[in-house]
């Protein structure tokens, strides 16, 4: 039960930091919302053709 905590917190964390290293990213324009897109749409497609 503790360990689950743990994890859950860790997993949490970690996400937050990810959220807040993608807008300061967005912010100040070193990733732009349309290469995120196209990127988005590359890893879909490879996703998709793995399964085949």
Do not use: H, P, W
Request: glycine fraction near 4%; avoid cysteine.
């Amino acid at each position: 039960m503790l360990l689950d905590k743990y994890q859950m917190l860790l997993m949490v964390g970690i996400l937050f930091l990810m959220s807040i290293f993608s807008i300061i990213s967005i912010k100040t324009g070193s990733v732009s919302i349309e290469n995120l897109e196209r990127n988005k749409e590359l890893i879909i497609q490879d996703a998709l053709n793995e399964e085949d």
